[in-house]
């Protein structure tokens, strides 16, 4: 009689748990956050979320002494000059992905895996034609989010600075 009890029991758990679902083993797919405030869609669809640089003393600093960079950010300088900007990597510690644009988004001039630079003299990068920003991202980012010279950034909820007015901060030196 035990022994005929024991069989239903055992019947019954292993009827139970044949009749469940099988689970997945598949993890469940969570998306990334979609970043808010400054940002920018780059042309692979990608959206990095942006620190932005408006001052001469936020600018000079950039990203130097910055162990890391989160995925899918980084900084974007804004000039209101018209003038040419060169950068260089002294004091950064992660090689950057350095992306000139023009007043519409369009890439001017890609600086790929620029790697840091810790003694000097240290080269700067860069094209020689005026530029109205510079973006920066984690070293081989351009590439995989196909950023080319030519293609198109969109810089979404970043508020440009009102253009200088008055004499020039720097004037000419006269022969």
């Known amino acids: 009689m035990r022994l005929a009890g024991f069989c239903l029991a ?12 099988p689970q997945s083993t598949t993890p469940a797919v969570v998306p990334s956050p979609t970043p808010t405030g400054p940002r920018v869609e780059l042309p692979s669809g990608a959206v990095y979320s942006l620190e932005v640089a408006r001052t001469p003393e936020e600018t000079a600093q950039g990203l130097m002494f910055r162990e ?20 260089w990597m002294k004091n950064t510690m992660i090689p950057l992905d350095m992306i000139w644009l023009d007043g ?9 895996n620029t790697p840091p630079c810790r003694a000097d003299p240290c080269p700067s990068y860069g094209p020689d034609i005026p530029i109205d920003s510079v973006l ?7 590439e995989r989010e196909k950023v080319t010279p030519g293609s198109r ?12 007015t008055g004499p020039p901060l720097i004037t000419p030196k006269s022969s």
């Open 153 to 164: 950034l969109r810089i979404l909820d970043v508020a440009r600075p009102p253009a200088p």
């Open 104 to 112: 519409e988004g369009r890439v001017i001039f890609v600086s790929a």
């Open 68 to 87: 890391s960079l989160r995925p899918r950010s980084g900084m974007l300088f804004l000039f209101q000059d018209g003038q040419p900007h060169r950068f």
């Open 10 to 21: 055992a019947l019954i758990l292993i009827g139970a748990s044949c009749s469940r679902e």
């Open 136 to 142: 920066e991202i984690g070293g081989g980012m351009a």
